[in-house]
């Protein structure tokens, strides 16, 4: 029976699937993402059998943190001698490669065991669009990004700003400029009382 | 009591002063008590824009009629109780950029409750919402002008943490 046979091919074969990470937080992606490289989302996982998937991750430059998350998150190491501790903010690590903070929560979402550097070799991390046509072939769907990418007010057009319903008309004897703020205007001086 | 007879001792030695200085050319008499008064001809009761116009040694000063180009865009009051926002949309987001920038200036200053008309509760809301929403860089047309007078290319600031796309979870 040829049928049976490339069935089990095709349940077993390493499928490669696409995730755009623009606009994303990286660390709810990594919820999206890690069981698609463990291969939990086949009807046929099993922890002993390596069903893993690929997942090429692109603009991972462009992920989003949430509030004051760039400048207060840190990323800690040890290189396991003395004085080998370091830190950096999460701001920092995306400067110095911008595919780094990622890589760091995905690797987090993972169990320490043995696995996890084998699932982490079949993520394929990209700061921006541009993949290497050889890893581009492979890719046969995408995963559903985790969260809606917010419209800046530049990106709609004059005429929906201006007819969209609006919540109060200017009021009587309003002046147009008149609530404009002076920027030259000098700081009052601080008093120090002793 | 002492004030006084200082007072009474003073006022000829004023007297004499201010005779004097209006015959020396160095020191001209001040001119006290000017009263600051507003006129108006028609009635005010429209919006306005203050235009000055120079020319040569007059300079004119004028308060423009305009009419309001959000007008035919208002919603319709049925009961004319409450603040609409309330009644209306009272559950807002960041991401709700038209509605928030009906509320703005064009520096990005939220305008006060006397011209907006929402009451305090909202106000406080409104401040949140639009401080969330210029940090996640979603009102680039409402920031304020830089000090150095340059116009701005990039809808985010250029520093270190603040470069990077944010978002809010609500
Ligand atoms: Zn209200």
Known sequence: ?????VLQWRAFARTWWLYDAANQCPFVSAYRVVPYLQGKHKPIFHPLSDVG????????????????????????????YPGGFS???????????????????????????????????????????????????NVSDQIRQVQPVAKRLDQYSEE??????????????????????????????????V | MLRLIWHNLRAPLHSAKSATSIGSPSILPVVQNVQT?????????????????????????????????????????EEPKGCTLCKIHPYLKYTDVLILSQFLREDGCLLPRQVTGVCWGQQRRLETLVNKAQR?????????????????????????????????RN
Not at chain 1, 175 to 192: L, Q
Not at chain 2, 38 to 55: N, P
Not at chain 2, 141 to 150: E, W
Request: hydrophobic share 35%.
């Open chain 1, 53 to 80: 998937d690929h997942v090429v991750v692109i603009n991972t430059k462009d992920i989003a943190m949430q509030a004051d998350y760039w400048r207060t998150f840190t990323f800690f190491h040890h290189t396991g």
């Open chain 2, 37 to 77: 008064r507003t006129f108006s001809v028609s009635s005010a009761a429209r919006l306005k824009q203050i235009e000055q116009v120079t020319d040569g040694n007059v300079t004119k000063i004028e308060g423009k009629i305009m009419e309001s180009e959000r007008a035919p865009y208002v919603f319709k009051e």
């Open chain 2, 136 to 168: 996640a860089g979603l009102l680039p047309q409402f920031r304020p002008a830089l000090k150095s007078g340059k116009p701005r290319t990039n809808h985010r600031s250029n520093y270190k943490w603040k470069r990077y796309n944010v978002y809010f």
């Open chain 1, 160 to 193: 929906e700003v201006t007819e969209f319903p609006k919540f109060f008309d200017w009021p009587e004897d309003f002046v147009k400029d008149g609530y404009k703020r002076h920027m030259t205007r000098k700081k009052p001086k601080r008093r120090y009382t």
């Open chain 1, 87 to 137: 830190k950096a903010s999460a701001w920092r690590v995306h400067e110095i490669d911008p595919t780094r903070v990622m890589q760091l929560s995905v690797y987090s979402r993972i169990k320490g065991n043995l696995l996890r550097k084998g699932l982490m070799r079949r993520l394929h991390l990209f700061p921006d669009d541009k993949i290497p046509d050889e890893i581009l072939e």
């Open chain 1, 1 to 5: 029976m040829a049928t049976q046979r």
